[in-house]
């Protein structure tokens, strides 16, 4: 990971904080009982009305869309999540495998050997190989447990998350639990220019030189590469290098001509003048079907590392790299010092984060920042989410994610007002914070020459009914951010798309309201 920094903070609200000034304000976020945040309550009640504007509206109970002059528009962020959104997460997926009680000394050894018994089982037609059943109690571990075949479920003793604990043993600062391993894109086939001059932002369809050997169902992936052209015109010349490419996976829906319909959005433009896009089919190999439930993780022992103060970074509870249509569910973490719950890595896609808690988050005397829930790889959603934490960037989109990712009905309290929450650096495309509420500041800004060169974070973003200190909102070249019915301080830099600034619209939750509409429209 790259080094963290400080976000660049307005004159304007550095005074304002530094008088106190801010406590004051009709816009601050409540705080509430963590217990009560893991419901998913975003904030305090709020007069709405149906959404109007430019950009977006709620007329007889349905979303319309504006758009821009190039027909950018705000995406439908309802593809993310488990199946590719709106799929309901397994349940009672049978137990294979009960590990003992607990010891009371290293159960490293005893859990690795139950999910190692299911892994090695042949998987169902449902894709399952089987649960893993803990028992009561606290798990000592002083290792770090692995989970790298498909179709296993890692399972606490019972609907009671706290029933069940896997804890740190050990004073030395790692993750707990990896889910899956490294990968990487092979292209199947040779790959097809795009040859439209533009594909918006929220668009579905596109232009091939040639669309022959291109089916409905197949998956393919949208290659923008990163050009030198694109970083000018960005302004980011001196902080960004032109050696990565956006990739997003997608499903052919419909083929008619040379021109392909796919089944999410592309959350970034396709400009002919600043890229030259190509799609492709490919591998990319991952497990799936994985599953976190009814846990409770304890990282305590890790601070106890004698070079904590930086490898705190490298203590969470669980990471999923190449894996995807896998979830977290009912989990809560306590004393890690980053990760939050479990972080979806820039291998990840289609993970669900439902009911979980990152509590009582460790940080250090360090300048740095350790991240909340930090959300990386494409179409994932962290939901119903609480955080409590001093000093923490809280609900953060990686580095260059091709989305749609969704934060929603997340809370954030405890947190110092001087940090926040918002993409972290070099083009966090297509996020979506939907209900959150920060005891601090939203970011979706050019972080300039912050940490590494950080950059544009946030791009073709929506904050919708979102609970803040304060808000700062800006617009990159060739791309838009939107806050829509968000309550905070608009602070100094902002020029982004703001739409009905301190009055909730309506609907309450645009992650809920698209997926409603495009699951009913499926059913016509």
Sequence with gaps: MTTHAKRRRPARYVVLAALGLLAGTACLATVHDPAQATTGHPGPTRSSAPTQGKWISFTDNHLVYGHDAQGNRIPDYSYAGYGGGGVPLPTNVPVKATVPAPSGQDDTAAVQAAINQVSALPPGADGFRGAVQLGRGTYRIAGTLTITASGVVLRGASANAADTTLAASGATSRILLTVGGSSAYTAVGSPQAVTDDYVPVGGQSLDLASAAGFKVGDEIVIERPTTQAWIDALGMQNAWQPNWSLRSERRITAVKGNTITFDAPLTTALEKQYTNATVYHYTFPRIDHVGLENLTADGQAMAADPDYAKDFYNSGFAQFNAVQDAWVRNVTTRHFGDYGVAFPSEQSRRITEDHVSALDMLTTDSSARSFGFLLGGQQNLIQNCALTAPKVHAFVP????????????????????????????????????????????LL????????????????NATAWNCTTQGIEVQNPPTAHNWAIGCAGTALGGTDGELQSPGRAAAPASLYDQQLQERTAAAHQ
Excluded at 444 to 459: I, K
Aim: some cysteine; charged content about 25%.
């Design 444 to 459: 979706m800004v050019d972080n300039g020459d912050r940490g590494s060169g950080h950059g544009w974070s946030d791009a």
């Design 398 to 441: 990686y580095k260059r994610t091709s989305g749609p990712n969704v934060f929603s009905k997340c809370t954030a309290t405890q947190t110092d007002v001087s940090y926040d929450a918002g993409g972290h650096e070099r083009w966090d495309s297509g996020t979506l914070y939907d209900e959150v509420n920060v005891q601090g500041n």
